[in-house]
């Protein structure tokens, strides 16, 4: 398979809404294209004081982002810190860290902080899409669920 038919299959992958917590212009125009490219809704904070703003109040007006992409390394507060504030107020959407720090401890300190997974920068758009389409996947079997639990 070559990589114009591998780009194929990847359109329309992703169904879902995703925030991109990225403090780096560059950063956010590649990741928010390699998932616009396979179907995705993508919205951008800048920092991580805006994506905890921005992923409450979707929550709270009943459109919850199907997955977070949170940098860790960001300013006003960071992506760990933004996590954990998100946990901490209930939100239980996946959130996946990204981040160029590759070795076990900063993976350990995502995961304390409560994000489901974990990426390194710089972003393998295979790898990005398959992470947020599994997670995605999740989020909307969780929702099934939680529906048929109210009805």
Not at 2 to 16: A, F, G, I, R, Y
Not at 142 to 151: L, R, S, T
Request: aromatic fraction near 6%; charged fraction near 30%.
């Amino acid at each position: 398979m070559n990589d114009q038919d591998k780009s194929t299959d990847q359109e329309n992958q992703l169904e879902c809404r995703v925030l991109l917590a990225e403090d780096m212009p560059d950063n956010q125009r590649l990741v928010s294209y390699y998932l616009k490219q396979a179907g995705a809704e993508v919205f951008i904070a800048e920092d991580g004081q805006i994506a905890y703003d921005l992923a409450l109040e979707a929550r709270d007006h009943g459109f919850p982002f199907d997955v977070i992409l949170m940098d860790i390394q960001m300013p006003s507060i960071d992506g760990n810190e933004a996590t954990k504030k998100l946990r901490d107020a209930g939100y239980t959407s996946p959130i996946i860290a990204i981040t160029s720090h590759t070795d076990r401890h900063d993976r350990d300190t995502c995961v304390a902080a409560g994000c489901d997974n974990y990426t390194t920068k710089p972003v393998d758009r295979d790898k990005l899409i398959e992470l947020v389409a599994h997670y995605a996947s999740l989020q909307k079997k969780k929702k099934c669920i939680d529906e048929q639990a109210i009805i």
